[in-house]
């Protein structure tokens, strides 16, 4: 009996032993299985591309047959290639053009709204500018074309009877690039707009009540108080505004196609075009890697800049 | 004075309101309306009709396309919370070395732009031979930036209420659904829209995996159509009511937290 016991108690020991090491084990192993899933998913949807990216650009590759490699010669090429320089050239202009009016504007509004009473009016207002933002640029792209298009299409219409001769928007090789910049710009305002109307909800309504007694007025608060406040928030904004132009496709693909002439090519509409009717998916690498070199330098400006800034609070 | 300067104030904001509304309402009433060219639309509201959209329904493989975009939308929101949020949960409130440089490394992918991993993505794709599936649709939606939002959210929640349902004897993956996820509740929502709308309103990736009519999206077989009936706008402008009306109805019952979502994703990058 008392052996029995004895031995029953030993398992019991030993069981105990197991099972507590087992669960130190797992303890110590579940923080990784739950990063797992979407560390995989992680790893081969975006590392692993980039590597193989990296290594294809340096090839001669149509997808179909195996690569060859062929050193710089894809880099080498890009200067000679006129329709990567036009397209490097329309996504710098498209930047430059877009991000500070469409920051600038986002910046206004949210002020104003802010500034002014509560109202049905803001609210109707806040709303409006975001139902282009949650719309897709395809179904913008393609509103557009029509509301532009032809004679008697609403905009032209207007033109006409203000007396106005009625432009080819999308036809014209000056005009083609600033309407599709318009266009962004219109559909992208409302997102910047509430990303400043949350920053400003963040300033202390006591800054401008001193300010205000020190004899401010509104243009120093503007200058002197909401703009130095919002720096962190407008590095943000600039820097997310200079990625999505960047990497402009979905306007350009529906709207003009890059043309008329090389007029709205981009660099993302070059890429599609080297790849699907091409078949240069190694140059093409090679273009999407310096589209990819542009948006890191960037990154790294914009985290330099919010680092440095953060001293200031 | 004051009142003069109040009403032209009122005056721009709806000229501004109504610039941003007025290309969505012409789309509304010219998908009502029979135009076969472009010379014969006016604002007027008279001939409305149905015609395009039962032409839309029955002649097209609308419907089909609608659906598709539907699944792949919810599979990845499902996908996403589910495995953003089980990442954020081990982020914040577990000790493991690496910890940290695993989050930092993971938030570095954020910067990778998906234009340009798409054709070693399409490569990668093809080996698998996942081309016009709904794998190659539904799996690369998931991003970084649900894990950072999971994190952020559940490092608001006490340690001391995730200990003491430890010492009740819960185990770690109730901890998580009956604990955890309730609290976050709010993140959750705001990832859900931010998934739902970016994987509904996607393009480029899905016009390069899907060939053929059986998996292709909503975004997708709008721009095809759009290149099909160039002349018939009022079709055209059915397909692109449809395609909005259910990421606007989303907006208009969640707007605040839409409001919210967009706040947080300025730390995107």
């Known amino acids: 009996m008392e052996d029995i016991i004895l031995k029953k108690n030993e398992e019991l020991k030993k069981s105990r032993v197991r099972t507590f090491n087992k669960r130190k084990i797992l303890k110590k192993s579940t923080p990784y299985t739950y990063i797992l899933p979407i560390g995989i998913l992680l790893l081969s949807f975006y590392v692993i591309p980039i590597i193989m990216s990296i290594y294809f650009s340096f090839t001669k590759y149509n997808i179909m047959t195996p690569a060859k490699f062929v050193g710089f010669k894809n880099y080498l090429n890009l200067a000679q290639d006129k329709m990567f320089m036009a397209s490097l050239k329309n996504t710098i202009i498209y930047t430059v053009g877009v991000v500070p009016l469409q920051t600038s504007i986002a910046l206004l509004m949210a002020v104003w709204i802010t500034k002014r009473e509560k109202s049905r009016l803001n609210e109707l207002v806040k709303g409006a500018m975001f139902v282009p933002v949650i719309s897709s640029m395809i179904l913008i792209g393609i509103i557009w074309r029509i509301f532009l298009n032809g004679e008697l299409s609403p905009l032209n219409m207007i033109f006409t009877y203000v007396g106005l001769n009625t432009p080819n928007w999308i036809g014209d090789t000056k005009l083609a690039l600033p309407t599709l910049m318009g266009i962004s710009i219109w559909k992208n305002v409302g997102y910047f707009m509430v990303i400043y109307i949350s920053a400003l909800m963040d300033i202390p309504k006591s800054y401008y009540e001193s300010a205000r007694v020190d004899g401010a007025n509104k243009l120093h608060e503007f200058f002197y108080i909401t703009v130095p406040l919002l720096k962190p928030t407008t590095i943000m904004v600039v820097f997310l505004g200079c990625i999505w132009s960047l990497q402009t496709f979905d306007l350009v693909y529906t709207l003009t196609g890059g043309g008329p002439g090389v007029s709205t090519m981009t660099m993302v509409l070059h890429i599609y075009n080297l790849v699907f009717k091409q078949f240069r998916a190694g140059y093409a690498m090679a273009v999407a890697n310096v589209l990819f070199l542009l948006i890191a330098i960037i990154s790294i400006f914009q985290r330099k800049l919010l680092q440095r800034d953060k001293s200031i609070y | ?269």
């Open chain 2, 1 to 269: 004075m004051k009142s003069i300067k109040r009403i032209i104030g009122n005056i721009i904001l709806l000229m501004i309101a109504s610039c941003m509304i007025v290309p969505f309402v012409y789309m509304v009433i010219t998908s009502f309306k029979i135009t076969y060219t472009a010379y014969n639309f006016d604002f007027s509201l008279s001939d409305i009709t149905l015609q395009n959209y039962i032409t839309i329904i029955r002649d097209t493989n609308f419907v089909h396309y609608f659906l598709n975009s539907l699944f792949i939308a919810i599979s990845g929101v499902v996908l996403n919370v589910l495995f953003s949020s089980l990442a954020g949960f081990a982020f914040a409130k577990k000790e493991f070395p690496g910890n940290e440089k695993l989050f930092f490394f993971m938030i570095m992918t954020l910067i990778i732009p998906s234009q340009v991993t798409m054709i070693p993505l399409y490569i990668i794709m093809r080996q698998l031979g996942w081309i016009n599936s709904y794998f190659a649709l539904i799996l690369p939606i998931p991003t970084a930036f649900g894990v950072f939002l999971m994190r952020q959210a559940i490092l608001n929640i006490p340690n001391d209420l995730i200990d003491s349902a430890r010492i009740d004897g819960c185990s770690d993956i109730r901890i998580f659904f009956q604990i955890v996820v309730p609290l976050i509740k709010p993140a959750i929502i705001t990832l859900t829209i931010f998934t739902f709308i970016g994987a509904w309103n996607e393009f480029l990736w899905p016009l390069i995996v899907t060939t053929n009519d059986s998996v292709r999206t909503l975004t997708v077989g709008l721009s095809s159509l759009n290149a099909q009936y160039t002349v018939n706008y009022g079709l055209v402008m059915a397909g692109s009511t449809l395609t909005f009306l259910p990421s606007f109805i989303i907006y208009l019952i969640l707007q605040k937290r839409f409001v919210e979502g967009v706040t947080l994703s300025g730390i995107k990058g």
